[in-house]
């Protein structure tokens, strides 16, 4: 793993490697081929910060998922959440009946995928599962907690491998904690 990375103001240290995140990837898959065996999930993924992971997780499947993918804004400063969001690039297939699987990359206070998830409720699929590659357990507040979870972590902010600081740092390899 590289050493520490400077973006804009702030200092991060690495957290976890790239090994480190691709051998779980590699177990989550594993759980999530188990589950869906002989079926066709929709598999949803929510822009912009699970791009990385999505296409990591699902070349680890062997179902034969179909892939969206869906943008939602919250509103807050860019290191902590806010609870208001809003759905900006909606869904173009119909869910009624489906198999749904939502892919984050990080859930926190869960108000973001909380709120999609209430919305698509509404349209009657036959399951929803949460896969979130991070989840800080310390920091959740909302109603739907991740069915799959690649790491539990504490409530450190954190960047790399599709999140982003200030809209940087998503291309990293690994993941950096911020250095206090
Ligand atoms: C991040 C992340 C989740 C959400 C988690 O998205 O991808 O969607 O925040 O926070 P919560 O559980 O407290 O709601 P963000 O809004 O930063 O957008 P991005 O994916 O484009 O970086």
Do not use: C, W
Request: charged share 25%; proline share 4%; hydrophobic share 40%.
């Amino acid at each position: 793993m590289e050493g520490i990375v400077k973006i804009k103001d702030k200092e991060f240290v690495p957290y976890i490697s790239e090994i480190d995140i691709q051998k779980r990837i590699v177990e989550v898959a594993a759980e999530v081929n188990r589950d869906y065996h002989g079926k066709s999930p929709l598999m949803i993924v929510v822009l912009n910060g699970a791009f990385m992971f999505a296409a990591d997780l699902v070349r680890n499947l062997h179902i034969e998922p179909e892939i969206q993918f869906i943008r939602i804004s919250t509103y807050g400063n860019s290191m902590s959440s806010s609870k208001d969001a809003q759905l900006l690039l909606g869904l173009e297939v119909d869910v009624e009946g489906r198999d749904i699987i939502l892919i984050e990359d990080i859930v926190e206070t869960g108000y973001t995928v909380g709120y999609f998830i209430d919305e698509v409720q509404k349209l009657a699929p036959s399951s929803i599962k949460l896969v979130s590659l991070l989840y800080k357990p310390e920091k959740f507040k909302g109603s739907y907690p991740p069915d799959y979870i690649g790491f539990e972590i504490p409530g450190a902010f954190v960047v790399g491998y599709g999140l982003d600081y200030a809209q940087q740092g998503r291309e990293l390899r690994s993941i950096y904690q911020l250095k206090e």
